[in-house]
């Protein structure tokens, strides 16, 4: 079986940690995340020909007073990156950590999950992918809407960087 | 030698030759200083036992770390390359074991980078009992798994082996693409195997020399058996009192079990009758169940209530009997009715077929005596009459010499003589009708002259009798009378007495009937094939 390493990251309180525990399979602890700044989960997923071992690194967000602990980059095959779909500062923090992860890995699959989907009117999830797609379009393979609390393109944005990485 | 040997993992080795031997001093001394602890007195009496210095038992103590898991890295990925373990180890899963072991790794040496100038790798990660000893190689991170802290000899032989490993299989840990499907990663793991499957036999080697003491195996038999006869009474007074809260907690009765004489005794008196089957069940389920005996009784209650229960009961089951019985009794009234009613419409079906039969009976006797009962009917009406020929059933006009010679105009007196024997013929007949063919009113002449005048003559007069007779109503109305035919016989069937002829009775008018035997013939017939 192939194993891949996929590494999630975007600003504190974005979601990124109940958007694991909606997709997989085993996990550690919550609190390996508060320790050690990194919560590892695995997750196998089933694509068209091949079925891959997804290592999911999710690192602890990023505040205005702690950066984040770039040396869990390090050998990533695919990064999601995610926003807070009712906080628009978070989505312009993407920036930065597209910066931080192309400085130190070298064309690694890119996804942006605008995350919170649920707390959305219907004008709202326009008007934000609107902007996600004019700000991170060009930078990132895909972009999904997601929410952990319905699930909406949980897996599909999953499954998305899976088939990008079982290439890399 | 070593730097040669081991060009990647040598510089760790010789700087931890150093802080394992500091390590092991520390823990012998650490041991030494326990002088009031239990385990100094275990300890003694183990040495007294079986003969070996308490410094030898010491460094033995500090020796007996078991190696339960290896496990291979990727360093830059946390992808575990490949693993080995014992069947004892508890390690539910190794990618995820491997990838947190990287992380903490990762984050230890970030810590002591961001707080130290000189630049070092952790190499021991402890949690209670268990150990990580980690060795940190070019692409790779070599994790052995222990249950306490190795010693220096069992370093030095796991950094050998992982050093073997590591100049082994450089390039394919430096191109390792996460696939563990390689041959590489299966081979890596037998050797880890082998590794851990040696370590283990080494260390039964060592207890085997030990030397046999048989006043230490004498004295832990016999203090084996003291403890398992202890336990076994403290298991039976635990089970029994665990019972005993069962029964109290499922059935809200008292109980108690003692010893008495030997034997287990569950005594009680319950409140609630029913509650005696629920204590059998729970005893039965228990594995006492053959030891204890049961002194149970009911309370005054218990058993007033159980005498109104059952007969509550059998209120129920009377109330019960006599519905059913009324509902059976309604179900089998309503089965004989509709009994009999079919009964009825199949009797009321027989009596209209055996109504017909009968009708058919009649009717098939009617016809096979039709003939004699209109005969008899003939001479019973008949009976005095001079004109009725009882023989030939007809009647016969030749004394009452209705025409004179020559002439066919008949007498008018005598005709209306002849009208009333006519009538009551025609009446009798009529009865027959369906079965009468024609009535024929004959006339004879006498055997003088022509015989074809004669023949003209008697059909004239018989035609002229029947003229007459039509202006009657009571001959005319007659149902029979359009049977009636007439017919001139001539000088034909002339009256001879005593061989001459009488020619006055010669000449003579006779009427007489010919019944439809064809038509009774089918009838009859059509009647016996329906039968």
């Known amino acids: 079986m192939i194993s891949r390493k996929i590494v999630l990251v975007g600003d504190f309180a974005t979601g990124k940690t109940s958007l694991i525990r909606r997709f997989v399979d085993n996990q550690f602890s919550d609190s390996y995340l508060s320790t050690i700044g990194v919560k590892i989960s695995k997750k196998l997923i089933e694509l068209e020909h091949v079925t891959l071992r997804g290592m999911i690194w999710d690192i602890e967000g990023g505040t205005d007073t702690k950066a984040v602990n770039k040396t869990y980059f390090i050998g990533a095959h695919g990064a999601i990156l995610v926003a807070d779909g009712t906080r628009f500062e978070t989505l312009e923090h993407i920036e930065m950590y597209i910066t931080l992860l192309q400085g130190n890995l070298k064309n690694i699959p890119l996804v942006l999950a605008v995350n919170k989907s649920d707390s959305l009117s219907e004008e709202e999830r326009i008007d934000i992918m609107k902007k996600a797609q004019t700000m991170y379009g060009g930078m990132v393979q895909s972009i999904f809407l997601t929410s952990a609390k319905t699930g909406e393109g949980v897996e599909e944005m999953f499954h998305a960087i899976a088939s990008e990485m079982a290439g890399v | ?531």
């Open chain 2, 1 to 531: 030698m070593i730097d040669a040997l081991y060009p990647i993992m040598g510089g760790m080795i010789s700087k931890y030759v150093s802080q394992a031997i500091k390590e092991m001093m520390e823990t012998i001394n650490q041991k030494v200083e326990q002088g009031l602890s239990v385990e100094r007195y275990k300890r003694k009496l183990k040495a007294k036992l079986s003969g070996v210095s308490e410094t030898e038992l010491l460094l033995e103590e500090s020796a007996d770390a078991s190696l339960l898991a290896m496990f291979i890295i990727h360093k830059e990925s946390g992808l575990l390359i490949s693993e080995a373990h014992t069947e004892e180890s508890n390690i539910g899963d190794p990618h995820m074991v491997a990838s947190m072991a990287s992380a903490i790794k990762d984050f230890i040496n970030d810590w002591i980078a961001s707080h130290k100038a000189e630049k070092e790798e952790v190499q021991i990660l402890s949690y209670g009992k268990d150990t990580l000893y980690i060795e940190s190689a070019g692409s790779v991170y070599l994790i052995a798994f222990l249950d306490s802290d190795p010693d220096y000899e069992m370093r030095s032989n796991i950094n050998a082996f992982f050093a073997s490993v590591v100049k082994q299989y450089a390039d394919f840990f430096q191109s390792f693409n996460g696939d563990d499907r390689a041959e590489e990663v299966s081979e890596l793991s037998d050797k880890m195997y082998a590794y851990i499957g040696s370590h283990s036999n080494r260390e039964e080697s060592i207890s085997d020399t030990k030397p046999y003491n048989p006043a230490k195996w004498i004295f832990i038999l016999l203090l084996s058996a003291l403890l398992f006869y202890v336990g076994y009474q403290l298991k039976i007074y635990y089970d029994m009192n665990a019972l005993e809260k069962r029964i109290s907690r499922q059935t809200g009765e008292v109980v108690t079990i003692h010893k008495e004489d030997g034997s287990y005794i569950l005594h009680g008196v319950l409140k609630e009758p029913s509650h005696f089957k629920s204590i059998q069940n729970l005893l039965a389920k228990s594995s006492y169940s053959k030891e204890i005996a049961l002194d149970i009784s009911l309370s005054v209650e218990g058993v007033k209530e159980l005498i109104e229960a059952q007969e509550k009961r059998n209120e129920a089951q009377k109330t019960a009997l006599s519905a059913t019985y009324q509902k059976h009794l309604q179900v089998l009234k309503q089965q004989m009715i509709s009994k009999l009613e079919r009964l009825q419409k199949q009797q009321a079906s027989l009596n209209k077929s055996l109504e017909a039969y009968e009708n058919e009976k009649r009717t098939i006797k009617q016809l096979m005596e039709l003939e004699k009962n209109l005969y008899t009917s003939l001479d019973r009406a008949f009976a005095n009459n001079i004109y009725y020929n009882s023989r030939s059933h007809s009647l016969n006009f030749a004394s009452l010499h209705l025409f004179r010679k020559g002439s066919i105009e008949p007498e008018s007196r005598k005709l209306a003589i002849m009208a009333t024997s006519f009538k009551k013929y025609l009446d009798v007949l009529s009865e027959y009708k369906p079965y009468i063919k024609q009535i024929l009113l004959l006339s004879y002449s006498d055997t003088r002259g022509d015989a074809m005048h004669n023949k003209k003559l008697t059909e004239e007069r018989a035609q002229n009798i029947l003229k007459y007779f039509s202006h009657d109503p009571m001959i005319s109305h007659s149902p029979v009378y359009s049977l009636i035919k007439t017919r001139g016989e001539g000088e034909n069937n002339p009256v001879i007495v005593n061989g001459v002829e009488d020619r006055n009775a010669s000449r003579r008018v006779e009427i007489q009937f010919t019944l439809d035997r064809n038509k009774i013939d089918t009838l009859l017939k059509n009647y016996l094939e329906k039968e």
